[in-house]
């Protein structure tokens, strides 16, 4: 059964950081990680996201304030988030690549999203 629970949202006041993890478990081998966020009446957009070589790609907006990374033995990715402003409140959702024994088929899978709020 593929997991993936998320944690480390909260609130913070504009200009604080906040560091969001994810742990995926049930699949076989990861290909890609990364990080999601939306807000209400909008689409799900990209944040940030990591291959298993450590290749990164980052949203115009995020760039040289978040950094994205992740550790392969431990199916985990990070989302360290510096500077923060009130339009990065939304949702966050942790987002996987991988393969899936049991299906034997790559898929896409999400986590349950974890709320940052930045506010003074």
């Known amino acids: 059964q593929v997991r993936i629970v998320e944690s480390g949202g909260g609130l913070v006041q504009p200009g604080g950081s906040l560091r969001l993890s994810c742990v995926a478990s049930?699949?076989?081998?990861?290909?890609?990680m990364g990080w999601y966020r939306q807000t209400r009446g909008r689409q799900r957009e990209l944040v940030a996201h990591?291959?298993?070589?450590?290749?990164?790609t980052y949203a115009d907006s995020v760039e040289g304030r978040f950094t994205i990374s992740r550790e392969n033995a431990k199916n985990t990715v990070y989302l360290q988030m510096n500077s923060l402003k009130p339009e990065d409140t939304a949702v966050y959702y942790c987002?996987?690549?991988?393969?899936?024994?049991?299906?034997?088929?790559?898929?896409?899978?999400w986590g349950q999203g974890t709320q940052v709020t930045v506010s003074s």
């Open positions: 049930g699949i076989f081998s990861i290909y890609k």
């Open positions: 990591i291959t298993k070589e450590g290749s990164t």
């Open positions: 987002y996987v690549q991988g393969f899936n024994i049991a299906t034997i088929s790559t898929g896409d899978y």
